[in-house]
């Protein structure tokens, strides 16, 4: 182990340090890492988010589940539909698409 250490903290002969090289990788890695995986999960997470609070009565909405029905009563985070001749209580993050929106992801 240390001499792994140690052979990453030298400096080769005639050359620049071995450990800015390692350093400039991880931080391009780190990058790479939240452009592509981060910043989208959260952009779509927000995109739902929003889509879920601009939620209103008659409304029609698709669960998770494949249910699709109408709104017919909203509380803090969970939404009555009705479903031909059923009313269900689904919970308000179940829902994947309302109207012709769907959520990101889904």
């Known amino acids: 182990m240390n001499t792994l250490l140690l052979s990453l903290l030298a400096t080769p002969e005639g050359g620049s340090g071995g450990l800015s090289i ?9 990058g790479v890492f939240y452009l592509l ?3 989208p999960q959260s952009k ?6 929003e889509m879920l609070t601009a939620l209103k009565r008659g409304d029609e909405i698709t669960t998770a ?7 017919k009563d909203l509380k803090d985070d969970r939404i009555t539909i009705e479903s031909g001749d059923a009313s269900l209580v689904v919970e ?5 698409r309302v109207g012709e929106t769907s959520a990101p992801g889904a």
């Not at 390692?22 to 780190?30: E, K, N, R, Y």
């Not at 589940?65 to 709104?71: E, F, R, T």
């Open 44 to 49: 779509a997470r927000k995109q739902h988010q």
């Open 65 to 71: 589940g494949g249910i699709i029905g109408k709104v």
């Open 92 to 96: 308000r993050n179940r829902i994947v």
């Open 22 to 30: 390692l350093l400039f990788q991880m931080v391009a890695i780190g």
């Open 37 to 39: 995986l981060i910043r």
